[in-house]
């Protein structure tokens, strides 16, 4: 039986629309769909892939202001950062395409040639907080690698998915982008399907999950998953850079970001000055709908995430932090701008991904005490060190996939990989799009 899957804006709870979520039962026959259009896909050739991806994301580029609307509504962004999201994928898809279809380039070695076959059906399973830019930096390399593709979007964001997929499918033959909607049971069935390979960006939860059921078949893999960031404040750095940062990355995207900073440790001899930076920097944020100009804070995805972070403030009140700011008397849908002094290791937000707008803010005395804390946790996204001369030599000591040195992570030219249980395999650059291919060796 076919089911309906709705969509509600986070700002109110209103319904913003429907698609019908995929029947179990169709999977399968989605995925034989997948392996048939293969074989003319990876025959058409590196060059005519690229090509119809670049006239897509064309497409997708003219009608930007569409699916921001769309895409704020109902994940509940504003609308600028919708804006920079959809950009983002029009002007990023065909880089990465171009990118990707020099990775795949045949190597001659000596005594040898290497090339990069395509895997078959690759499956790609997203998030809902980037839920464009998340799918396409997984399903772009993969489709230009010669992989067919079964894009399963999050559950809390079809309707810009499905948007995105309806234009792409404009351009690509019948059957090589193919979307599965519904939630975690579409997903495992996804999984369990004959794909060859699954590129996921979730929770760890999920990850492991997934992890077990690919063990059976032993299918590819790549895991982007959660973090729990730390950023650590020497006691030379920049005080107002610092906070300004510190502030920015904890309430980027309602603090609903992968990378988004959870865990400050800031050095005793500047924490005052640092945390009474922070309140007022933090006090200018708002928070509101996606079309309200002067809000920076989104509405939270849903009331399970909402009640998590709840939580997570509260236990950290009870166990002894200070609320500098906020932390009650949320609105509905929302969370105030949040900052908490004298966070300490008892607290849940020390150890989860809190995922909310929520400063969190520990002192130091010892450097290698810092570098400890940072690293005593199973994720290892990202992490970031604000200072001067040891700021360099701190960051080569932290366990993450990226670092920033006064500035946040990743960026430019560079892959996005998780260290630990961050995950592992990741996207961007030519070896991260090799992941999406499988190394043939002929010698002769
Ligand atoms: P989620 O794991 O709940 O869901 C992600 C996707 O997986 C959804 O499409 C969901 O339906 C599907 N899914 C859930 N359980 C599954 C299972 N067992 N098998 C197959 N599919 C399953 O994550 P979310 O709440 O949508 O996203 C937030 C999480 O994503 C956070 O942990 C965040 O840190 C992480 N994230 C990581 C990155 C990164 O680059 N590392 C980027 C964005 C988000």
């Given at each position: 039986?076919?089911?309906?899957?709705?969509?509600?804006?986070?700002?109110?709870?209103?319904?913003?629309?429907?698609?019908?979520?995929?029947?179990?039962?169709?999977?399968?026959?989605?995925?034989?769909?997948?392996?048939?259009?293969?074989?003319?896909?990876?025959?058409?050739?590196?060059?005519?892939?690229?090509?119809?991806?670049?006239?897509?994301?064309?497409?997708?580029?003219?009608?930007?202001?569409?699916?921001?609307?769309?895409?704020?509504?109902?994940?509940?962004?504003?609308?600028?950062?919708?804006?920079?999201?959809?950009?983002?994928?029009?002007?990023?898809?065909?880089?990465?395409?171009?990118?990707?279809?020099?990775?795949?380039?045949?190597?001659?070695?000596?005594?040898s040639v290497i090339e990069f076959d395509p895997l078959g059906v690759v499956a790609v399973i997203s998030p809902w907080n980037y839920p464009l830019a998340m799918a396409v930096n997984l399903m772009i390399p993969a489709l230009t690698a010669g992989n067919t593709v079964v894009f399963k979007p999050s559950e809390?964001?079809?309707?810009?998915?499905?948007?995105?997929?309806?234009?792409?499918?404009?351009?690509?033959?019948?059957?090589?982008?193919?979307?599965?909607?519904?939630?975690?049971?579409?997903?495992?069935?996804?999984?369990?399907?004959?794909?060859?390979?699954?590129?996921?960006?979730?929770?760890?939860?999920?990850?492991?999950?997934?992890?077990?059921?690919?063990?059976?078949?032993?299918?590819?893999?790549?895991?982007?998953?959660?973090?729990?960031?730390?950023?650590?404040?020497?006691?030379?750095?920049?005080?107002?850079?610092?906070?300004?940062?510190?502030?920015?990355?904890?309430?980027?995207?309602?603090?609903?970001?992968?990378?988004?900073?959870?865990?400050?440790?800031?050095?005793?001899?500047?924490?005052?000055?640092?945390?009474?930076?922070?309140?007022e920097i933090a006090s200018y944020y708002k928070i509101g709908a996606w079309d309200d100009n002067n809000v920076n804070i989104g509405p939270i995805i849903n009331d399970t995430q909402r009640s998590k972070i709840i939580a997570h403030i509260n236990d950290a009140v009870d166990k002894g932090a200070k609320l500098?700011?906020?932390?009650?008397?949320?609105?509905?849908?929302?969370?105030?701008?949040?900052?908490?002094?004298?966070?300490?290791?008892?607290?849940?937000?020390?150890?989860?991904?809190?995922?909310?707008?929520?400063?969190?803010?520990?002192?130091?005395?010892?450097?290698?005490?810092?570098?400890?804390?940072?690293?005593?946790?199973?994720?290892?996204?990202?992490?970031?060190?604000?200072?001067?001369?040891?700021?360099?030599?701190?960051?080569?000591?932290?366990?993450?996939?990226?670092?920033?040195?006064?500035?946040?992570?990743?960026?430019?030219?560079?892959?996005?990989?998780?260290?630990?249980?961050?995950?592992?395999?990741?996207?961007?650059?030519?070896?991260?799009?090799?992941?999406?291919?499988?190394?043939?060796?002929?010698?002769?």
């Open positions: 039986m076919i089911g309906v899957l709705k969509s509600f804006d986070p700002s109110n709870g209103e319904l913003v629309g429907s698609v019908e979520s995929t029947a179990i039962s169709e999977i399968e026959q989605i995925v034989n769909r997948a392996k048939k259009a293969q074989k003319a896909w990876r025959i058409l050739g590196a060059d005519k892939r690229v090509d119809l991806i670049e006239k897509a994301s064309q497409e997708v580029g003219s009608k930007s202001e569409e699916l921001a609307v769309l895409l704020s509504k109902e994940m509940g962004k504003d609308y600028r950062r919708s804006t920079g999201e959809v950009n983002g994928v029009a002007y990023g898809a065909p880089y990465i395409a171009n990118e990707a279809k020099r990775a795949i380039e045949p190597e001659q070695r000596r005594g809390e964001t079809p309707l810009i998915a499905q948007k995105y997929v309806e234009i792409l499918n404009k351009y690509l033959p019948e059957n090589v982008l193919q979307i599965v909607h519904g939630d975690k049971e579409q997903g495992q069935k996804l999984v369990d399907s004959d794909v060859k390979m699954i590129a996921f960006t979730g929770s760890m939860a999920a990850g492991k999950d997934i992890m077990k059921r690919a063990s059976g078949s032993i299918k590819r893999l790549v895991m982007e998953l959660g973090g729990n960031d730390p950023m650590i404040v020497l006691p030379d750095a920049n005080l107002d850079s610092a906070a300004r940062f510190a502030v920015g990355s904890s309430f980027e995207n309602a603090g609903q970001m992968c990378t988004s900073t959870e865990r400050i440790y800031v050095h005793e001899s500047i924490a005052e000055a640092f945390e009474n930076r922070v309140k500098l700011l906020g932390g009650e008397n949320h609105p509905e849908h929302y969370i105030v701008p949040t900052v908490l002094s004298g966070v300490n290791r008892e607290m849940l937000m020390e150890h989860e991904e809190t995922f909310g707008p929520v400063v969190s803010i520990s002192r130091y005395s010892d450097l290698d005490e810092a570098i400890d804390l940072a690293n005593d946790t199973i994720y290892g996204l990202g992490a970031v060190v604000y200072g001067g001369e040891d700021a360099k030599n701190v960051a080569r000591q932290l366990e993450a996939g990226m670092v920033g040195i006064n500035s946040g992570v990743g960026g430019g030219d560079a892959p996005w990989v998780g260290a630990k249980q961050s995950g592992f395999g990741y996207h961007g650059t030519e070896n991260g799009h090799r992941q999406f291919a499988q190394v043939k060796v002929l010698s002769n």
